[in-house]
């Protein structure tokens, strides 16, 4: 089945490490995105690409990298910059499609939940 | 991308219509709305979304007024599994245009 794939589920990390959070879709699609999601709270964007070797910064980027060096893949590290690292991290992707397309649908994966002990 | 308004929470008994409102005044030509679900530690999950005309799926309907400024989620028979943060967004037309941002949703709880 087609979908989006994120590892691991769950991650403990000690304060100054980084860590880093996978996600894999096998969509086909252009587009993938990295959300954060604190507790009661919605989704904040962190970062996002729209095609393979390019990537921009959302409204929460500090603290985090990606890299998008294949289709399938964007990982998201959280480094020892984040001051607050604690969160659900929700990973999506959404079809680039060719001019006007109703179905931009977002597909997310079901999340990592990151724990800074 | 335009922002959009949610009440916080809604009550809805079970077995009636849900009526989810939402606030998009700055919303432009280019964008639609969108309308997703996320249950507690769980990633959203798309229901439905619309341009200008009203939508039906088997999920819900979406009713967008004549000047695109509000819209309203109906889930006609709400069940217990319908208990969910719902989120409100709008999003570029045309793909690969860039960020979407979601607001904090309203908080539906379906009761016996």
């Known amino acids: 089945d087609g979908g989006i794939t994120q590892s691991p589920k769950y991650l403990f990390r000690k304060e100054g490490q980084n860590v880093t959070l996978s996600c894999e879709q096998n969509?086909?699609?252009?587009?993938m995105y990295w959300y954060r999601q604190d507790p009661g709270q919605g989704l904040r964007l962190i970062y996002y690409s729209q095609i393979v070797n390019d990537f921009q910064k959302g409204d929460i980027a500090e603290g985090y990298s990606v890299s998008r060096e294949k289709k399938e893949s964007f990982p998201l590290t959280v480094t020892s910059a984040q001051k607050n690292p604690t969160a659900f991290y929700l990973c999506a992707s959404s079809t680039a499609g060719q001019g006007t397309s109703g179905a931009n649908v977002l597909t997310f994966g079901a999340g990592s939940r990151l724990t800074v002990l | 991308d335009a922002k959009t308004t949610q009440p916080t929470s809604m009550d809805c008994a079970e077995g009636r219509a849900a009526n989810l409102p939402c606030n998009h005044s700055?919303?432009?030509?280019?964008?639609?709305v969108y309308w997703y679900r996320q249950i507690h530690s769980q990633g959203p999950q798309y229901i439905i979304h619309?341009?200008?005309n009203n939508e039906t799926n088997e999920m819900a309907s979406l009713i967008i007024t004549e000047d695109r400024k509000s819209s309203t989620l109906i889930l006609p028979h709400a069940t217990l599994r319908d208990t969910a943060v719902y989120y409100c967004?709008?999003?570029?037309?045309?793909?690969?245009?860039?960020?979407?941002?979601f607001g904090d949703g309203t908080t539906l709880t379906v009761k016996p």
């Open positions: 619309g341009l200008k």
């Open positions: 700055t919303i432009s030509g280019n964008e639609y």
């Open positions: 967004i709008v999003r570029p037309i045309k793909a690969n245009a860039g960020k979407s941002t």
């Open positions: 969509l086909n699609h252009d587009a």
